[in-house]
Every structure is written in C-alpha cells, then in structure tokens.
C-alpha cells in the first residue's frame, strides 16, 4: 500500500486539475476534483497510520471516527456531498461555488499537513 508522498502527489496533481476547469463551463468537474484532493490529503493522513481505506464507505467512517479526523469530519463529508451532487444529481455550481468549497479543501489540507510533516 503507498505511503504518504503518493497520495500528496496525487492531491497536488488533482488540485492541478481543478484550478484548470475552475473557470470554464467544467465546474462540476471542478467540485469533483476539489473533492478528490481532500480524500488525497485523508488518505495521506490515514497511510501514516498504516490505514488503507479500499473504499468511500470505509474512508468516511475513519474520518468519523479517528481522533484527528474527527475535527474535519463535517468539512469533509460536505465536499464528499457536493461532489456526489455534481456526479449524480446534476447539481449546476456556480464560480462563487468553487471558490467556497476550495476554501474548505484548503481548511482540510491546512489541518493535515502538519499532522503529517515529520
């Protein structure tokens, strides 16, 4: 199972993503990507103690459960929400949508990577 570095590679190379679509008519992917840089920085989290979710379900219920993640538990779930929205309820976003839920991807990043920096 990869160790942190993948998985901030792996955010780092999705936040590339979304600030590309950001501006263009691909919001949803935009939110969609917002979403999938904070379960990179979760998962980075979770790999340093040797967790390995396979999957949302388990991944949300550590981040439910585990002490740490607990604080960013509501921030995450709204990302995870909103891009299931976007994927599957159609949900039209707007720019100022974007620019809120890349402030709370931010919020989870901020709070992870000290966690993980040594």
């Not at 890349?102 to 919020?107: D, L, P, W, Y």
């Given at each position: 199972?990869?160790n ?5 590679d ?5 936040e590339?993503f ?7 008519v691909?919001?949803d ?5 917002i ?7 979760v998962?980075?989290?979770l790999?340093?103690k040797?967790i390995?979710?396979?999957?949302h ?18 921030e995450y779930?709204?990302?995870?929400d909103e ?5 599957y ?6 720019s100022?949508?974007?620019i809120?839920l890349?402030?709370?991807?931010e919020?989870i990043k901020?709070?992870?990577?000290p966690l993980?920096?040594?």
């Amino acid at each position: 199972m990869p160790n942190k570095q993948p998985h901030l590679d792996k955010a780092k190379h999705n936040e590339s993503f979304y600030l590309s679509v950001s501006s263009s008519v691909y919001l949803d992917w935009a939110i969609t990507g917002i979403f999938y840089t904070s379960l990179q920085y979760v998962d980075a989290y979770l790999s340093t103690k040797d967790i390995h979710p396979r999957d949302h379900k388990a991944r949300t219920s550590w981040v439910f459960t585990e002490h740490n993640l607990k604080t960013i538990f509501n921030e995450y779930q709204y990302l995870k929400d909103e891009s299931e929205a976007a994927r599957y309820l159609l949900k039209a976003f707007t720019s100022n949508d974007v620019i809120e839920l890349t402030a709370v991807c931010e919020k989870i990043k901020n709070f992870i990577l000290p966690l993980i920096s040594t």
